[in-house]
């Protein structure tokens, strides 16, 4: 099974082309601004079983639910990762040929879900071209194929390669039909585009798994500093919070999700116990008791090698030393 999908403005043609294609009334034709199409639905062709075309939500819909058809058409595309799908067809009314804001929004949002291939599986369809009323009043003028072609080709091109970063050098089909004539020409073109599709042995590279809603997302880390207490321990608590934020196609920030990244505890020591004033005297009357008895041991040594006419070895200086604070500690 090859599969088609095609894309185009509200009143560019799209689902009466796709039914063109399927050779019956399927899918549901809006000739205004209001699409009649508000699901993407899938059928599959009488004139060849092994097509299988999938009409979209137009585009500019007049009621503002763009961004709800895309979001539907997108969804639905994702659902092709098994099956694949192997042409995407953009749709031009001939007689009112537009590239706007929303066909550059569904080249980037393709892009983001097909980012290898899909230059190579993209096409361009101009509906209501009358083969036989273009060709009668050319007279010299310059084909209009042509001017297509220098036309839309270029920015669908320059819209993938700046998108993905990939030199392309093919060039884009381009098939202009009648739908509604049902002629000989517009027959001709729908039988080059369906062999055409048949040339793909293998669909578009798998999807991507990003979120088609929003062109890139930038990250970005805030830090949060706190003092506890855990058993009488303080505790230092660093938080790092990771900020995602969600860049759409205009430029603009379109959401931020703020989530904990990591958590460090760092344990100060223990914090010390209130002193009673009456042990903090006692200790400090200890201390210098020790050094009152230091100094008058250290005199009383001295005196003994002196009186010994300083010949006094260093274990005999141990020794007085040791005896005297002896003495000393008994009487204490």
């Known amino acids: 099974m090859h599969r088609i999908l095609l894309y185009g403005e509200t009143g560019s043609g799209k689902s009466t082309f796709g039914n063109f294609i399927l050779g019956r009334e399927e899918f549901e ?40 058809n895309t979001g539907k058409m997108i969804d639905t595309l994702k659902n092709y990762r098994d ?85 392309i050098f093919l060039g884009v089909p381009i098939f202009f039909v009648d739908s509604l004539e049902n002629d000989k020409n517009s027959k001709e073109e729908l039988k080059r585009l369906i062999n055409f599709t048949k040339t793909f042995v293998k669909p578009i590279e798998t999807i991507c798994k990003s ?53 460090d505890k760092q344990y100060k020591d223990k914090a010390l116990k209130e002193l009673d004033l009456k042990d903090c005297f006692q200790t400090i009357k200890y201390c210098a008791n020790n050094i009152k008895l230091s100094l008058d041991t250290l005199k009383f040594v001295n005196q003994m090698n002196k009186e010994s006419n300083y010949e006094l070895n260093f274990l005999d200086k141990c020794l007085y030393g040791g005896l005297y604070i002896l003495a000393n500690t008994n009487n204490n």
């Open 83 to 167: 099956n694949g799908l192997h042409l995407i067809l953009v749709i031009f009314n001939f007689k009112n040929p537009k590239f706007n804001i929303m066909h550059e929004k569904m080249i980037l949002y393709l892009c983001n879900i097909f980012p290898k291939d899909l230059a190579q599986h993209i096409g361009i369809v101009f509906t209501r071209y009358n083969h036989k009323k273009e060709m009668r009043s050319k007279n010299g003028q310059r084909d209009p194929r042509e001017h297509a072609q220098k036309q839309f080709i270029p920015k669908i091109m320059k819209l993938i390669s700046d998108t993905t970063h990939e030199k």
């Open 211 to 263: 979120d088609w809603r929003y062109k890139e997302t930038r990250n970005i880390f805030e830090y949060e500093t706190t003092e506890e207490y855990e058993d009488d321990r303080k505790v230092i608590v660093k938080k790092t919070y990771k900020i995602t934020e969600y860049i759409d196609y205009n430029g603009n920030v379109a959401n931020v999700d703020r989530i904990l990244y990591s958590t």
């Open 29 to 68: 034709v809006s000739e205004f601004s209001e699409s009649f199409t508000d699901e993407t639905t899938k059928r599959t062709s009488s004139i060849d079983p092994s097509i299988e075309v999938i009409d979209t939500p137009g585009l500019l819909d007049s009621q503002g639910r763009d961004q709800i």
